[in-house]
């Protein structure tokens, strides 16, 4: 889902103590900016916030909107549709760069798991299929969790320390766990 921004890899590159750095307010080696890493490194969480706490507001004015499952199934459709629209879009090179490999067409895998997470965030703004596709997003998380625990130690692709990624990824799960089946 998110990642911090590095320069994409073949997966079998690894960093030397010679690459370089960049600092506050440069650009070193095409890495883009600090500021802008944070900012991309974070969409998807921001996404999820916004989404949800912009909802939720709308809440306050319009009653079909009240209460809290609405607001945390819009967040996660936000989520979602950037998360796909990455896997879609220009960073996809860098996300097929984290498929474990092992695993086998990591493109396909990529556009796979892009049209699923949107498909998945269409679902969770339809009542009658909310549910369900909150479950399947889970599972998806799940499923792609090992790519990203892949890139954190190798440091490939988009990628994240372990940590921040694995309590990012349980944030999510459990947003969509409590979509499922709560409520």
């Known amino acids: 889902m998110t990642a911090m921004t590095e320069r994409p890899t073949s997966g079998t590159e690894r960093p030397t103590s010679g690459t370089p750095r960049a600092t506050s307010g440069s650009v070193a080696a095409g890495r883009p900016p600090r500021a802008l890493r944070f900012v991309l490194g974070n969409i998807t969480l921001t996404a999820l916030v916004v989404g949800a706490f912009g909802t939720a507001a709308l809440g306050l004015a ?41 695993l086998p067409r990591p493109a396909l895998l990529v556009g796979l798991t892009g049209v699923l997470e949107a498909l998945g965030a269409v679902g ?12 399947c997003l889970g599972l998806l998380l799940l499923a792609v969790f090992p ?23 349980l944030l999510y799960l459990a947003c969509c766990v409590a979509v499922a089946i709560i409520g």
Do not use: I
Not at 127 to 133: E, G, K, M, Y
């Open 62 to 102: 319009v009653p079909a909107l009240d209460g809290w499952r609405t607001p945390v199934r819009a967040g996660l459709a936000l989520l979602f549709l950037v998360a796909a629209s990455g896997r879609l879009g220009p960073p996809r090179a860098a996300l097929v760069a984290m498929v474990p490999p092992r």
């Open 147 to 169: 790519a990203n625990a892949h890139a954190a130690r190798r440091r490939v692709g988009l990628h994240t320390p372990l940590l921040p990624r694995t309590l990012e990824q």
């Open 124 to 135: 969770l703004l339809v009542p009658s299929t909310d549910r369900l596709a909150a479950a």
